[in-house]
């Protein structure tokens, strides 16, 4: 069973019990999907192009995770706390699905900006705007309680990026970009694996220019050797060959290089992944 809940979550309605069994003939493959005003459905099956998915005017695509029918989907907020429901309950992506904020009760200003699914040993990588970051099990971010549960302490002005999964701890390089254009590579390996907290820095922003606002980070990724990398900026997008990537390795916690220029306003970072198993 799931442990309790942590003496700050204090709401007692209890939307997740735990028992996510049934009939192995029922389990299925489940595509999650949310978009970026917070509303979820998951659709049969993995071969299903997300982004191409229609939205409600206004709304669009903000994150998708594929896993199975019997497992629990977590949902990441920006201030950094985690939400579960059971994936066979979530609506069919045939509809424009439902509002998380009809199961879920979040802080005010605070929006969903990730989704997880998979077993509870899969490892992601989670971080904030501000550029601190940790590995967190996703069975450590199970919650019961409709209010979730703290995952990400991101302070008053930082905010929390996508959760990433992670493919091999030795093997996987963090890729962080800041809102000026600063990319850094590093390794994944030096970060902690915590249940919660504000994890250790990946990459240096002056401090004077994070608390003005000035500078945060936008996105981060995950890579391995060998892979192409895709940075997205508005209508634009540059292809960089895994030799240009690793002209930005540094040690964690360096400033990273600056990207060219008319690719420093990154919107995501999109890495061509190897097949499972090759080397």
Known sequence: ??????????????????????????????????????????????????????????????????????????????????????????????????????????????????????????????????????????????????????LLNVGKQARALPAVAVRNLEQDYIIAVTTEGHMLVTELSELPQMARGKGNKIINIPTARLKAGDETVTAMSLIQDGEKLTVHSGKKYKVMKPNEVDSYYGERGRRGLKLPRGYRSVDRLEVAQKPAGDE
């Open 1 to 150: 069973p799931p442990p309790p809940p942590s003496i700050h979550d204090t709401a007692p309605t209890e939307i997740y019990t735990g028992d996510t069994s049934s009939a192995a003939s029922d389990v299925y493959k489940r595509q999650v999907v949310l978009s970026k005003k917070g509303w979820v459905r998951a659709a049969r099956g993995h071969d299903i192009d997300t982004r191409k998915l229609n939205f409600k005017s206004g709304d669009e695509f903000q994150a998708s995770a594929a896993g199975k029918s019997n497992q629990l989907a977590v949902f990441l907020d920006s201030s950094g706390r985690a939400y579960t429901l059971p994936a066979h309950k979530l609506p069919s992506a045939r509809g424009q699905g439902d509002p998380l904020s009809s199961h879920f009760t979040i802080p005010a200003g605070a929006a969903f900006v990730s989704v997880m699914i998979g077993d509870p040993d899969q490892l992601y990588l989670v971080g904030s705007s501000f550029g601190y970051g940790f590995v967190a099990r996703l069975g450590d971010m199970h919650a019961r309680t409709k209010t979730g549960k703290a």
